[in-house]
């Protein structure tokens, strides 16, 4: 991958990820209407403080990228992230689908470009 496209990509991708989990925290994007079920899933996760923890595991992936150190090791975690968000979307809030596919196809490409952190890992 060109390195110059990767940062550029990783300040994004980490800017992103700073926005988006900040406001789980400070909440100055509106949030949208949402269907009952939706709205009961998303009050678990408040009762149960699981949206705090997904924004700081959003937080430090971002800071991570920006700051280039463990990456590598953020996007694997930041992968449980994303696919809990689609499944959410999918299944409870399709409407609302795209910024989770965008937040998934970054992370996708991210890990793509970690693969060389991963052959150690991922060998039989």
């Given at each position: 991958m060109n390195s110059t496209f990767f940062i550029a990509l990783r300040f994004v991708f980490g800017i992103f990820l700073i926005v988006f989990g900040t406001n789980k925290f400070l909440h100055f994007?509106?949030?949208?209407?949402?269907?009952?079920?939706?709205m009961n899933y998303f009050s678990a996760l408040l009762s149960t403080n699981t949206l705090y923890v997904v924004a700081i595991v959003e937080i430090l992936s971002g800071l991570s990228l920006l700051t280039?150190?463990?990456g590598a090791l953020m996007m694997?975690?930041?992968?449980?992230v994303s696919v809990n968000a689609l499944l959410f979307n999918a299944f409870l809030e399709p409407g609302s689908i795209g910024?989770?596919?965008v937040l998934l196809v970054l992370n996708i490409v991210m890990?793509?470009?970690?693969?060389?952190?991963?052959?150690?890992?991922l060998r039989p």
């Open positions: 994007m509106p949030a949208g209407q949402m269907s009952e079920a939706a280039n150190k463990f694997i975690i930041l992968m449980t910024l989770t596919l890990l793509y470009a970690y693969k060389e952190r991963y052959k150690d890992i």
